[in-house]
């Protein structure tokens, strides 16, 4: 409150701003300020509305929840009111609450000689999702409403009754013949993650957050939409109820899951606040690992007794609070944007921030990931942002709150020349090749043209190539190669293993004993097995798991660096796209020179073979005419040819007559046949392809081979969770080594989950799929057994 505002004027100006908030949240489910913006402005008016409650009016959000019903739906007039929750910020604040409601109960207070008498409270997680009433009568779902003002919500009948964990009808026996029970309805991460991705596909706007998608989910005119929308209820309560229930609030929710009504897993009993603290910490370590999104926890008292005494202030019950956790989202000023050029020259925009505390760490830098996503989010220098941060996940810009935009906002534009080496920047293209036409996109990453050439750049790859998971180099950390690399010692991997116990003593930090460790970590490093190798590389979007596939199926780093895209592509996950990226790494002179000086300085690779017999005689004559993209041959087409003539040979040179023999080949399709053969280009190109396939022994004439030894050969596997007997790359490492695959998503083609503790949104999946689960004991007496 400015000094030239009275406390009328301030309260009226909240009042407002609330107001519009909450219509924006509840109404139009487009929120435009993060929880605790809103939180903030919430407390002030209530903190004035204390101080002068001679203008506390009853249409003050203070006096009610939320805004209006929304016209599309029929109105519901709640007989119990659906109030919210008063909020702990503080740990101070639950035990204030906690010795409000014993005051209010009259129990005795703690003294010198004791901490007086302790209250039952039952604990669950704080769903973020929509607040529903759920009607039954006589056992049957009879009608579902929104939450709305607390008083007046809308008629989601329809809707509910698509979401799949809701009972259309009571299980057992026992309930009371009208029973209205409340809870939340949610989408899961797992599906939430589904239903963007089905967003983008089809060209609409993904969902900011899996309460907006829920809510908007719900708020569908047409129950078929909302059907086909991943929605999951939690029943945390009733309303009303004509009958008896259970005297305490955790039995009534027992007795709501024997009548066949989901209630949280988490669900505890603690005595007294030092329980509920640390039910609350436990539930905060493990936030990142449940398969649902959660902003706090709920504490009420138990027993319906207390609760009906304790009673109700104006907007919320006084035996409930709902303890937050700090908040994951915030609202700062985009300071600048800078640009930093990483491993393979990509140009990233960093936001420069405002420092703001997001979810208990002070924040002052936030990824932008690149210009299509500055545009998307219309970001300008100056703007109000809102920025999110979830765990370990580097923050993030949400959205801009475009009211808030300065007249001096500047708009963001990449560098013509990289800030570290002066080269040129360029826009990568895409290629799309389809039947007979090639079309080329820009892609979305700027990148710096000065290879390693750029210091950026080359300390980037220097760093890479000598992590744990490449060359695995212990000592050689993020400091030492920048000193390496800013003194002219290290101008590419190879030179590492020309380092000098003199150069590396000249080094800041290092003394004699710390510098012979260096050198013996960096000749330990000679041996490195093929797939390390490949990944430390640092080759464009090929990750630790292509690595690994591409040293297991092609078996040597001469058949990696040879084959061209339109074998690679023959590998599982590997499309056209990285294929290209592959071969255009290893046909660079620069390369190749690096490759041949890491040889000559003493590296050599371990696991090298012959073509994993999975893939050998894998391709089909049929498979390999498809893949040549030859207008108007599609799959039913290339397989007919390849049964009428045999060779790609012969469909090469075959003529008009030759042609006319093949089924159900039309004139046009024959015609684009010959005319994609008589350019010499292309016909060489198919030739090229087949005698690689066959140098390769991945020919269809090639000898099939069988999978020696490998009791998980053609399984994939997926691990989850936390394993207390090894960590998860021992883990990983071990099924790989029996055949398996090991993948990081659940999917229908997976063969096992091993799920350990702290197991999340991948393992609901794999209980939706009706996958295989093993938990760590039985994974391990499964190792066991295959090793043995």
């Given at each position: ?34 929880d605790a ?14 101080e ?33 929750l ?34 039952e ?10 607040a ?30 698509t979401?799949?964990?809701?009972p ?28 963007n ?46 009958g ?5 609030h ?24 030092k ?68 491993r ?28 299509d ?16 941060r ?57 990148r ?21 998971r ?23 991997p ?10 590396v ?28 190798f ?17 040293a ?13 895209p ?34 000559a ?38 397989q ?53 396939l066959?140098?390769f022994?991945?020919h269809?004439e ?40 090991v ?13 350990g ?8 999946k ?8 093993d938990?760590?004991a ?5 190792l ?5």
């Amino acid at each position: 409150m400015t000094s030239a505002q009275t406390a009328a004027e301030r309260i009226a100006e909240l009042r407002s701003e609330i107001d519009a908030h909450n219509y924006r949240y509840y109404v139009l489910d487009e929120p435009s300020v993060p929880d605790a913006e809103y939180d903030r402005l919430f407390n002030e008016l209530k903190a004035l509305e204390a101080e002068h409650p001679e203008l506390v009016s009853p249409d003050s959000p203070t006096q009610r929840v939320g805004g209006a019903a929304l016209a599309a739906f029929g109105q519901v007039r709640h007989e119990v009111p659906m109030l919210s929750l008063g909020n702990a910020f503080e740990e101070q604040d639950l035990i204030d609450f906690d010795r409000r409601a014993r005051e209010g109960l009259d129990l005795p207070s703690g003294d010198l000689f004791g901490d007086g008498a302790e209250l039952e409270y039952s604990c669950e997680p704080k769903l973020d999702g929509l607040a529903v009433s759920l009607l039954y009568e006589n056992g049957k779902l009879v009608r579902g409403a929104t939450r709305g003002d607390g008083s007046t919500g809308e008629d989601i009948s329809a809707n509910v009754r698509t979401v799949r964990n809701i009972p259309l009808k009571l299980h057992g026996d026992g309930w009371p013949s009208v029973l209205e029970v409340r809870g939340e309805i949610y989408m899961p991460k797992a599906g939430f993650e589904t239903l963007n991705a089905r967003q983008l596909e089809a060209g609409n706007k993904p969902f900011a957050n899996p309460r907006n998608a829920a809510a908007g989910s719900l708020r569908q005119l047409d129950s078929k939409i909302t059907a086909s929308r991943p929605l999951e209820l939690c029943a945390y309560g009733v309303g009303r109820s004509d009958g008896d229930l259970p005297d305490t609030h955790v039995g009534i929710l027992e007795a709501l899951r024997g009548w066949g009504l989901p209630i949280s897993r988490e669900l505890k009993l603690a005595k007294g606040v030092k329980e509920c603290r640390d039910y609350f910490h436990a539930i905060g370590e493990k936030r990142d690992a449940l398969p649902y999104e959660i902003d706090g926890v709920v504490f009420k008292v138990n027993s319906t007794a207390q609760q009906r005494e304790l009673g109700f202030r104006a907007r919320e019950p006084r035996w409930a609070i709902a303890h937050k956790f700090p908040a994951r989202e915030e609202v700062t000023e985009l300071l600048d944007v800078e640009f930093q050029v990483g491993r393979t020259g990509a140009i990233t925009p960093v936001a420069r921030l405002q420092p703001a505390q997001v979810a208990g760490v002070t924040v002052s830098n936030a990824t932008l990931h690149n210009m299509d996503e500055v545009a998307r989010l219309g970001v300008m220098i100056g703007d109000t942002v809102i920025v999110r941060r979830a765990g370990d996940v580097i923050p993030q810009i949400l959205g801009v709150i475009p009211e808030r935009r300065p007249e001096n906002a500047r708009a963001v534009h990449v560098p013509a020349h990289c800030p570290v080496c002066g080269s040129a920047v360029e826009r990568t293209q895409l290629i799309k090749r389809s039947k007979g036409r090639e079309s080329v996109t820009e892609g979305s990453i700027y990148r710096c043209v000065g290879r390693l050439a750029c210091q950026a750049q080359l300390k980037q790859a220097i760093i890479h190539f000598v992590s744990r998971r490449a060359m695995d180099i212990d000592g050689l950390g993020d400091k030492i190669v920048e000193q390496l690399v800013d003194a002219g010692l290290v101008k590419s991997p190879a030179d590492i293993y020309c380092l000098s116990f003199e150069q590396v003593l000249a080094l800041e930090g290092f003394a004699e004993v710390s510098s012979r460790n260096l050198l013996k970590a960096i000749d330990a490093s000679r041996t490195p097995s093929l797939a390390r190798f490949v990944f430390a590389l640092g080759i464009p979007d090929v990750g630790e798991g292509t690595a690994k596939l591409l040293a297991r199926a092609l078996g040597s780093l001469d058949r990696i660096s040879r084959a061209l895209p339109d074998v690679l592509v023959y590998l599982p996950d590997i499309g056209l796209e990285v294929a290209h990226e592959i071969h255009s790494f290893f046909d660079d002179e620069h390369n190749q020179s690096v490759i041949a000086q890491l040889r000559a300085r003493g590296v050599q690779l371990q696991e090298e073979g012959d073509v994993h017999p999975d893939f050998a005689a894998c391709a089909t004559l049929g498979e390999l005419l498809d893949r040549l993209n030859i207008p108007f041959i599609a799959a039913t087409g290339a397989q007919r040819l390849a049964s009428r003539f045999g060779s790609l040979g012969d469909i090469i040179d075959a003529d008009w007559l030759d042609l006319r023999q093949v089924e159900r080949l039309n004139e046009k399709a024959a015609r684009a046949l010959r005319d994609y053969f008589d350019d010499p280009a292309n016909a060489a190109r198919a030739r090229a392809i087949e005698a690689q396939l066959k140098e390769f022994g991945m020919h269809w004439e090639s000898e099939r081979k069988a999978a020696e030894g490998l009791p998980l050969a053609g399984q994939t596997w997926v691990l989850t969770g936390t394993l207390e007997s090894m960590s998860r790359d021992d883990a990983k490492a071990r099924l790989e080594a029996l055949g398996a695959k090991v993948s990081g998503s659940v999917s229908a083609k997976t063969s096992v989950v091993v799920a350990g503790p702290g197991a999340g949104s991948k393992l609901t999946k794999a209980n939706e799929l009706g996958l295989e689960v093993d938990d760590e004991a039985s994974f391990l007496k499964r190792l066991a057994s295959l090793e043995s």
